[in-house]
């Protein structure tokens, strides 16, 4: 089992630009979320999906946006980076409860 | 409105001293809370939960709503456990839904 699958693990992008973050998960979970890590800020939720086809707002979702077409899949894009979106990002699906499963993150550095 | 409050950034302790990571929630239901562990180049993963009470790699963490703490503690700190920890609150979001609002992490450095 992979578990938790993102590509990419490291983009370089110039301000302006666009990109999206796939996240790919093998266990059947209905939740999916993105985070994001930053120095002292910790794990912020960004968007979070309860099934497929659902998607929802979480504490930073300026700048960002999600789709939840398929239900392994949460796709994350960021329309016109910004260098305050140079970040850490975290994908993670859960069954509901409270154990989220993690993948190894995405490494974004908006120039 | 910050739920959850995790008051040191760095922890150094000894090899063989005590440990003790602070969580302080703000909740007014009945919490669940959680202990997140995230070792060097590794993914973020679940270190253990109050409802579970177990001792996970000599760990454990009890909810005490008076305080509203969830601090984690092991009597005898390894070189491994150094790591990022972090605390985190599940919140009812609706519509059957919950979300984890997590801490700002306590880097935890165990010195040999």
């Known amino acids: 089992n992979a578990g938790v699958t993102q590509t990419p693990k490291f983009r370089v992008l110039k301000t302006g630009q666009s990109m999206t973050l796939l996240c790919a998960q093998d266990?059947?979970?209905?939740?999916m979320y993105w985070y994001r890590q930053d120095p002292g800020m910790g794990l912020r939720l960004i968007h979070y999906?309860?099934?497929?086809?659902?998607?929802a707002k979480g504490e930073v979702p300026d700048g960002y946006n999600v789709s939840r077409l398929k239900k392994q899949n949460f796709l994350l894009g960021l329309e016109s980076a910004a260098p305050s979106q140079t970040s850490v990002y975290f994908c993670a699906s859960s069954r509901g409860t409270g154990e989220l499963f993690f993948g190894e993150g995405s490494r974004l550095t908006v120039l | 409105a910050q739920r959850v409050t995790q008051p040191e950034k760095l922890l150094s302790v000894f090899k063989g001293a005590p440990v003790e990571l602070k969580c302080n929630y703000s909740y007014s239901g009945s919490p669940e809370l959680f202990w997140y562990v995230q070792y060097s180049r590794q993914r973020l993963q679940l270190l253990l939960r109050?409802?579970s009470r177990e001792s996970i790699k000599g760990f454990t963490a009890d909810l005490n709503k008076g305080e509203t703490s969830f601090h984690l503690k092991k009597p005898f700190a390894q070189e491994e456990d150094s790591a990022m920890y972090y605390c985190?609150?599940?919140?009812?979001?609706?519509?059957?839904?919950?979300?984890?609002?997590f801490g700002k992490g306590t880097k935890l450095s165990v010195i040999p």
């Open positions: 985190a609150l599940s919140l009812y979001s609706g519509a059957g839904s919950y979300q984890l609002t």
């Open positions: 109050h409802i």
């Open positions: 266990m059947n979970h209905e939740y």
């Open positions: 999906s309860v099934g497929e086809g659902t998607t």
